[in-house]
């Protein structure tokens, strides 16, 4: 296991090495010049030549792509043509926001996808199934942006029982230790701070875990209903085993690696889906970040956040791969 | 049941596992902006206690701060916290760009306008306990020049090499107008110039001209835009990046005659114009800025909130391929084009009566504005018939033109390619054929500078500097001052005004000269002055004294809070 777990690790190597090239190309293709933004209505031929030779964007593509590699073998992601600090320092300040909202929306659709499914399964043909599953054909369709929007009119405007946006109350202190506010709260004790994180959370996450609950919903029944048809849960039953032990033991095991698949997927999707949560929510975490990099084409912004998406994005498929093997050990690990 | 334990404590061990990454990455980022940010202090407990006394306003905005050393930012977003914490040599008077002492309580100007000399307010000092002397003055400034032509009084400062290029000082031409900057004596500077230039006292009231504190530049030069010191009404506290800056009172703020009476300010960024409302309305924040249009109509009905308004020193405009025919000679057919275009409409429907239909290319709050000039009508007929003496009756000729229009919105434009399909069809009235045509934002600038042959009549626009006529009717429309110039008709009876207005010293003088210069666009319509917008930000009622200004600056130092 340790030996396949460190060959993957070798393997990221390249990948991501392939990632920087495909990204880089990708950025110098997309039409746009960073100094053009930076300058807008303003820039002079003059300004824009000695901002582009500031930012060495006056350079051939290769030397420019040569540098960054350079940098990077020495753990630098460089600096950000807008806000001129290093990428990593940046990254270090909005991934604990983006990585927080994105746990408890996983949280929050896999428990309750799965919650879903399984009952959806078990009760096929139901009331509940044909409820649940036009929710989850609601929650995929449903806009995200639409459903914050109403959301913050339901619960915020209309209730008053949640904040409508941010991640702690302007009144609220609290010390910052790792920057995920929850734990912070819980690191030092600090139960108002604490109430008050998990209230501006609640709304974001449960907006951003719409589409992967109806996602793992969907694919929990689907799968359960293959599993429960097997003759190995007719013997189960015969034997006489209880209701639930049937179900979560003998079933949900098998039924649950598609399922894996699926939630380890979504984490990517959620990362992404945070661009639009982000915004509307006031969230100050990575994906506002990176749209706001795309538009400005911050090429330092961009590189970086990429890199560290799609580096954090290859563990999660390495832990997925891992977990096949945990779940049913008739996968190998080889 | 003993794999599923297995499976359980592995999505443990992974979450935590994760959580750990984090942990160390962010114990580091702790440390580092502890080290970084010595004046950022975690609210002490007891002030907590106090808060309810407090007077602490929020101000919602659309996003963050990029940085906040006043001589390398160059958004919106930056130079109003920058507003707050920064003073400039002279101010900019409430709600219009007439000069007034700030840093410098008088100046001199020789006779032969090369020579400025600032006698500086005496006992001001910087939020870090140091004073405002002449060097500083003398540092603020001359670290922006690329030839470091300055002289301090003593032993003075090293100023360290530039990070970047200073764009605002760059974009301003600053190096071709100032020669040197000398510390006469510790309160007075001089300034000699190059040339006669009259518009450098307007451009010493903007944002990249303030005065920093030279002692907190050096402790660490690349981190002073996270750590900005100046002499403001209020001081930098803490940086929550895309989420809040907050600034506290500076108790020891030299002018005591009106403010600071806010305890604490927080910008706090909220991207989404309906939710920056929506937290308003909830009284969660205590002015919006850029609301969407729809929502300022409930904001009229609704009791709580009050609508500082204030005309933009702005001017969205239509101009001409003057680089090939036949839009570079037929005046005819400019004009023509001039009177088809219906921008009443365009105000009332797409503005959403945010905005004003323009006389002059620059806004009635701006000397030199000449009121004489007559409103362009739109007249279809008339249009007609300026395309018949033009040589293409009915657009005849013509064929398919394009229309370029601005891919995101500005200021001064709300929606360039809704505003642009709006001209295709006043345009297809007259007989013309016009294709709106749209580039990414950063394209679409460079392309334009570019003046290239597919491209007929473009949109674009501006938003004023420092208050002088120069900043428009030279930047936008002096062609033949610099290739640069976005619109590049050549006109020597044009440049020869703008190369007076510069030259002369006395403002009634200039606002002749730009006068005249007006006149002259409405007889040539080198381009179409379409609208000026209109700035509007909700309040809370409870919110006195916030006005807005021209130059979309912030100043908080006379708003007080109703508790």
Not at chain 1, 25 to 39: I, Q, S, V, Y
Not at chain 2, 98 to 113: M, N, Q, R, V
Not at chain 2, 196 to 217: E, H, K, Q, R, Y
Not at chain 2, 225 to 245: E, S
Request: with cysteine; aromatic share 10%.
């Amino acid at each position: 296991m340790l030996a396949y777990i460190i060959r993957r690790l070798m393997i990221m190597v390249p990948t991501l090495l392939g990632v920087t090239v495909i990204v880089f190309l990708m950025l110098h293709a997309t039409p746009g010049d960073p100094a053009e933004l930076l300058l807008g209505e303003r820039a002079t031929e003059k300004a824009l030549h000695e901002v582009r030779e500031h930012l060495g964007l006056n350079e051939p593509l290769h030397v420019q792509y040569g540098l960054f590699l350079r940098r990077l073998m020495k753990g630098d992601l460089g600096e950000t043509i807008w806000t001129r600090q290093k990428v990593w320092t940046e990254v270090k300040q909005r991934f604990p926001a983006t990585i927080e909202l994105a746990l408890v929306a996983l949280f929050i659709s896999c428990f309750a996808g799965m919650i879903l499914g399984i009952i959806s399964a078990t009760k096929q043909y139901s009331v509940f199934d044909y409820v649940s599953m036009l929710g989850a054909l609601a929650g995929v369709s449903m806009p995200i942006f639409w459903l914050g929007l109403v959301f913050m009119l339901i619960f915020s405007l209309n209730l008053g029982w949640l904040p409508l946006s941010g991640r702690l109350s302007i009144d609220v202190d609290l010390d910052i230790i790792t920057n995920f506010y929850i734990l912070d709260a819980i690191l030092t004790r600090n139960w108002p701070a604490f109430k008050d994180a998990v209230w501006h959370i609640i709304m974001p996450a449960v907006t951003l875990s719409t589409i992967p609950t109806a996602i793992v919903a969907r694919m929990t029944r689907s799968a359960m209903l293959d599993v429960l048809r097997q003759d190995y849960i007719k013997t189960a039953k015969a034997k006489g085993l209880s209701r639930l032990k049937v179900i979560f033991k003998h079933a949900l095991r098998n039924a649950m690696i598609p399922v894996v698949t699926t939630i380890g997927l979504q984490f990517g999707v959620l990362l992404g889906g945070a661009i639009l949560t982000e915004t509307i929510f006031a969230w100050p975490g990575v994906g506002k970040w990176m749209y706001d990099a795309v538009m400005q084409r911050d090429y330092m912004v961009i590189q970086g956040g990429t890199l560290f998406i799609a580096a954090l994005f290859v563990i999660i498929n390495l832990c997925v791969d891992v977990l096949y093997a945990v779940i049913n050990p008739r996968i190998s690990v080889q | 049941m003993k794999a599923s334990k297995n499976l359980f404590r592995l999505s443990v061990t992974g979450l935590v596992l994760l959580l750990m990454i984090f942990l160390t990455t962010s114990c580091g980022q702790k440390e580092e902006e502890k080290a970084e940010a010595p004046a950022q202090p975690a609210v002490e407990k007891e002030e907590a206690t106090q808060a309810a006394m407090e007077k602490i306003l929020v101000f919602g905005r659309g996003g963050d701060s990029v940085g906040l050393d006043p001589a390398y930012e160059t958004d919106g977003n930056s130079f109003m916290v920058c507003d707050n914490i920064f003073e400039a040599l002279v101010f900019y008077a409430d709600e219009s760009t007439a000069l007034e002492p700030g840093l410098a309580e008088s100046w001199d100007i020789s006779e032969d306008g090369k020579t400025y000399t600032f006698n500086l307010r005496k006992g001001v000092m910087f939020h870090d306990g140091t004073k405002l002397d002449a060097n500083a003055v003398v540092f603020s400034l001359g670290r922006m020049m690329k030839e470091r032509n300055v002289k301090f009084m003593g032993q003075g400062y090293e100023i360290p090499a530039q990070e970047r290029p200073p764009e605002y000082w760059v974009s301003m031409e600053m190096d071709d107008i100032v020669g040197s900057i000398e510390a006469v004596d510790e309160h007075t500077v001089v300034f000699k110039l190059k040339k006669v230039n009259a518009p450098f006292l307007a451009n010493l009231g903007m944002d990249f001209a303030d005065i920093i504190s030279p002692t907190a530049f050096l402790k660490n030069p690349k981190e002073f835009l996270r750590n900005p010191v100046g002499t403001g009404p209020f001081k930098f506290a803490q940086w929550v990046k895309d989420d809040r800056i907050v600034l506290e009172k500076n108790t020891d703020y030299w002018d005591t005659n009106a403010g600071p009476y806010l305890d604490k300010v927080i910008f706090r960024s909220i991207p989404e114009n309906s939710v920056r409302f929506l937290e308003l309305k909830t009284g969660n924040i205590h002015i919006c800025q850029f609301p969407n249009p729809q929502d300022i109509a409930l904001a009229k009905q609704d009791e709580n909130l009050i609508l500082p308004t204030q005309p933009g020193m702005n001017i969205g405009y239509l101009s001409f391929n003057h680089t090939k025919e036949p839009w570079k000679s037929n005046v005819d057919l400019r004009k023509a084009i001039r009177h088809a275009i219906n921008r009443e409409a365009i105000v009332d429907n797409l503005y959403q009566g945010m905005g004003q239909v323009a006389r002059n290319p620059i806004p009635p709050t701006l000397w030199g504005y000449n009121k004489n000039v007559p409103m362009v009508e739109y007249d279809p007929a008339m249009a007609k018939d300026y395309l018949q003496k033009a040589g293409f009756p009915e657009g005849e000729g013509l064929g398919e033109i394009t229309l370029w229009s601005m891919p995101v919105p500005r200021p001064y434009n709300p929606d360039g390619v809704k505003i642009g399909e709006a001209m295709a069809a006043d345009l297809a009235q007259v007989g013309i054929k016009a294709k709106v045509v749209t580039f990414e934002w950063g394209t679409y600038l460079k392309r334009q500078r570019e003046q290239p042959d597919d491209m007929d009549l473009f949109q674009l626009g501006w938003t004023g500097d420092n208050g002088d006529p120069d900043n428009f009717l030279a930047v936008l429309f002096d062609g033949k001052a610099s290739t640069s110039i976005r619109t590049q008709w050549i006109s020597d009876a044009y440049h020869d005004l703008m190369v007076r207005g510069r030259e002369t010293i006395d403002q009634a003088a200039r606002d002749a000269i730009y006068q005249e210069a007006l006149q002259i666009f409405y007889d040539e319509a080198p381009a179409i002055a379409v609208a000026h917008s209109t700035v509007i930000w909700p309040a809370q009622k409870t919110v006195k004294n916030f006005k807005l200004h021209p130059t979309s600056s912030v100043r908080l130092k006379n708003v007080d809070l109703d508790l």
